[in-house]
Nanobody
Framework: VQLQASGGGLVQPGDSLRLSCVGH????????MGWFRQAPGKEREFVAG????????YYADSVKGRFTISRGDAKDTIHLQMNSLIAEDTAVYYC????????????WGQGTQVTVSS
């Protein structure tokens, strides 16, 4: 599956953004999905994940209560709703997919830039 992330941009602190990830080649309904981010000079970090069924979601502590991961109705997309953005959320955001929940992520999108600045 090929993943394509979109929806990034430049926003002010407190604003919201909604990222989307589209799968090409195979429906994302087969995959456990996740969002990661990488800030300049930092290692890539996990942000949020959702199981293939959409029944379970999980988040990094730094985004709990502010970010929500979800699946689109057609199962071909996943979204990351980001509210109450802060400067520390500035990063390139990547979507990723894996078949097995307890394995490493196998497929990665190209990333979309999110910049939070006043």
């Amino acid at each position: 599956v090929q993943l394509q992330a979109s929806g990034g941009g430049l926003v002010q602190p407190g604003d919201s953004l909604r990222l989307s990830c589209v799968g090409h080649g195979r429906t994302l309904g087969f995959y456990n999905m996740g969002w990661f981010r990488q800030a300049p000079g930092k290692e890539r970090e996990f942000v949020a994940g959702i199981t293939w069924s959409g029944g379970s979601t999980y988040y990094a502590d730094s985004v709990k209560g502010r970010f929500t991961i979800s699946r689109g109705d057609a199962k071909d997309t996943i979204h990351l709703q980001m509210n109450s953005l802060i400067a520390e959320d500035t990063a390139v955001y990547y979507c990723a997919a894996k078949i097995y929940l307890n394995s490493d992520y196998e497929y990665w999108g190209q990333g979309t830039q999110v910049t939070v600045s006043s």
